[in-house]
């Protein structure tokens, strides 16, 4: 390579560098420029301005007012003449009365006559005479007459029944012998109640109870319901015959049974 191309590529060189350092540094100089801008601008927004007042100052009191100053009477107040105004009288009220007005009366027109209403002609209007009305007798309707039939003969009337001869018995002997203190009711206890009963059993064909009322109440349901549930369990009868020895239904009341509280 010759002297001259050497040079011309040295020079070339140095402005390739000196452009390259000229646009390098105008971007440095723009991003700095603008990034302290924004810094800028952030710290102006966030800065808060605060206006401090001040106080005003306390109000002056008055001065004092001289110890030795001589109390002056205040003058005399001399009130204003007193003016007398005459009042002129008022002129009298004159009433005056105003005619009345005129009544206005219409003429009396007397109304024009109806005008004459002849009557229509009259019509005779000849009614045919009606047909003699005939009266027929129907004949009367049969009777029926049932025929007469002969009432059928009454039964007869039933064998009388046999007659009882022998009335029906507790087969222990004394009902109130199937009770004791067990069957006390806890109820009754509770309540503390006690009393006699009496009822009327009815003793079927079998010898045993099929109801029983009470013809005395001990005055406690618990009580009076027991009296009755024991003689219809545990009391059996021998059952009442009649005159043919067939068993028969019968009645039998009981002695009084006395409910006594048991020892605690």
Partial sequence: MSYAQRKQLSGNRGVSIFMTVAVVGSLMYAIVTGLAYDVIK??????KV??????????KEPPPPPKDMPKVPPPPVTPPPLVQIQTPTPPPIQTVTAPPPPVYIPPVVAAPPPPPVTPPP????????????????????????????????????PPPAPRKTQSASPSRGDVRSSFSNDDYPASAIAAGAQGTAQARLTI???????????????????LDSTTCNILRRRVKFTPARDSNGNPTTDTY????????????
Avoid: H
């Fill in 42 to 47: 952030k710290t102006a927004e966030n800065l």
């Fill in 50 to 59: 605060v206006d401090v007042e001040q106080p005003p100052p306390p109000p």
């Fill in 122 to 157: 009259l019509v005779q209007i000849q009614t045919p005479t009606p047909p003699p009305i005939q009266t027929v007798t129907a004949p009367p309707p049969p009777v029926y007459i049932p025929p007469v039939v002969a009432a059928p003969p009454p039964p007869p009337a």
């Fill in 204 to 222: 079927g064909t079998d010898g045993r109870v099929v109801s029983c009322d009470l013809i005395r109440s001990t005055g406690n349901g618990a």
């Fill in 253 to 264: 009341t009981t002695p009084p049974i006395t409910w006594v509280l048991p020892p605690e």
